[in-house]
């Protein structure tokens, strides 16, 4: 990773074909850590009653250039979207009122656990996940799951012992030296021939993701005129509808809702039906677990342009690696530092990071033609943008005022107060689970065209 986020994003691009991307040009000097102060994510970052941490700031140049790319793109295939970085990186925090854990996430779910050569981060976000840790340290109980994990993994190397954890499908992951070495957060392979006639105010966006990653990408890409149909499992809906309900709601209004059962031959050929119609796919799911539905993209024969995002942990190579968005920010070396050692930076920071660039992979690709399935690696993302250089203008001070803490920028001149993460305003409800399904069952061959009546 160079320190030039402009060479960077065309990096990624040419992986798509040939972009012809215009950078973004700034009307006066910047400070990507005063962004991290203003985007609520540095007073998610640090010890619960320490200074919040200014590591990893520099971050938001890189950002910034990819919601640049972003608005650009999504410009020339539909309309044009812009992002607000606070908005994306706080929003689940924001909604929440989450606040600082240090090495706990800040949502709970997630701990840094030191271990005998460096630290570990291991995700219990699941009951079953609590379930196994006697197992995972093979005792028959355990009275404190998080302590006696602490205690396993001082003595153990922090590779090895993820590597122990993760046999048992619970997330873990290392903390690495250095940032992985990645040239593109994506992999990219062709699916099918290019349309470049296909626009998003015309494309159909069928979401099979849950959770935060992939609703994200589809609320981008609903955003640029797509019409976004939410898919879930009546046996299994999406976690995230027991969540906070604004949260919710911010990610999937105006969407339709399609929910059938995906274990009966019905309900996986009408979801087969959904697939192929649809202009754009997302799915966050192990590759199994599609194939065993028969829904793998390799199933299907797709039609001109079709562009299909698949999100998973580690990319479609490692398809046994789950990950959530605390770990795999953790995989690719996307912390904060506080007094040396890591603590947890923003909220699953992994998740909104690889929702946007997932959202801009599926823009790039269309304003190409499409016909591409693009791999998306959360691990990857976090590590992009982990690899982001220092600020080469000095130390940046934080301070306390009467208003709060305070970041000093002394050669520009310039001061920022820490915010908090910011609310999300949702642009309406999100429709009850299965709320359009018969609709577009019935609606039959005309699915693509005809948008949703709301």
């Known amino acids: 990773m160079t320190g030039d986020p402009a060479g960077t994003v065309r990096r990624w691009l040419r992986t798509l074909g040939d972009i012809a991307y215009v950078p973004a040009v700034p009307t006066s000097p910047g400070c990507p850590l005063l962004d991290w102060a203003a ?195 009546t046996r299994r809906p999406d976690g995230a509808r027991r969540g906070n309900r604004r949260f919710f709601d911010w990610l999937h209004a105006g969407h339709e809702s399609f929910a059938v059962d995906f274990t009966s031959a019905e309900g996986r050929a009408e979801l087969a039906q959904l697939v192929r119609a649809a202009d754009v796919v997302i799915e966050a799911s192990r590759p199994r677990a599609l194939a065993q539905l028969g829904l793998a993209p390799e199933e299907f024969d797709h039609r001109a342009g079709r562009v299909w995002v698949s999100i998973t942990g580690y990319g479609r190579g490692r398809p046994d690696r789950v990950a959530f968005g605390d770990d795999a920010a953790v995989a690719g070396g996307l912390v904060g530092r506080s007094d040396g050692e890591p603590v947890f930076c923003a909220d699953a920071i992994a998740d909104p990071l690889t929702g946007l660039v997932a959202a801009l992979g599926a823009v790039g690709s269309l304003a190409c033609g499409g016909g591409q399935l693009i791999d998306v690696s959360m691990r990857d993302v976090a590590a992009a943008f982990a690899a982001c250089p220092p600020v080469d203008h000095g130390p940046h001070p934080v301070r306390t005022e009467a208003t709060g803490k305070v970041v000093d920028c002394p050669v520009l001149g310039r001061t920022q107060v820490v915010l908090p993460p910011l609310a999300p305003v949702p642009g309406g409800t999100a429709a009850a689970m299965g709320a359009d399904t018969g609709r577009i069952l019935r609606r039959g061959s005309p699915l693509r065209t005809q948008p949703a009546p709301r």
Do not use: Y
């Open 39 to 233: 985007s609520g994510a540095m007073a998610l970052s640090g010890e619960a009653d320490g200074p919040p941490v200014m590591s990893p700031g520099p971050m938001l140049s890189l950002l910034g250039e990819v919601g640049h790319a972003l608005h650009r793109l999504s410009a020339g295939v539909g309309r044009p979207v812009r992002i607000d970085p606070g908005l994306l990186l706080g929003a689940r925090a924001g909604a929440m009122g989450l606040t600082p854990r240090g090495r706990t996430s800040a949502g709970g779910a997630t701990r840094l656990l030191r271990a005998a050569d460096g630290w570990c981060a291991v995700t219990l976000a699941r009951p079953d996940d609590i379930d196994l840790v006697p197992a995972m340290l093979g005792r028959a109980h355990v009275a404190d799951p998080w302590q006696e994990l602490a205690a396993a993994v001082r003595d153990a190397g922090a590779r090895e012992f993820a590597t122990h954890i993760r046999m048992f499908g619970v997330p873990a992951a290392a903390l690495p030296r250095e940032p992985p070495v990645v040239d593109a957060p994506w992999q990219v392979s062709s699916i099918a021939a290019p349309d470049r006639n296909l626009r998003l105010e015309r494309a159909l966006v069928v979401d099979f993701s849950s959770l935060w990653a992939g609703p994200l990408c589809a609320h981008l890409l609903g955003r640029a005129g797509a019409r976004v149909v939410k898919v879930e499992s």
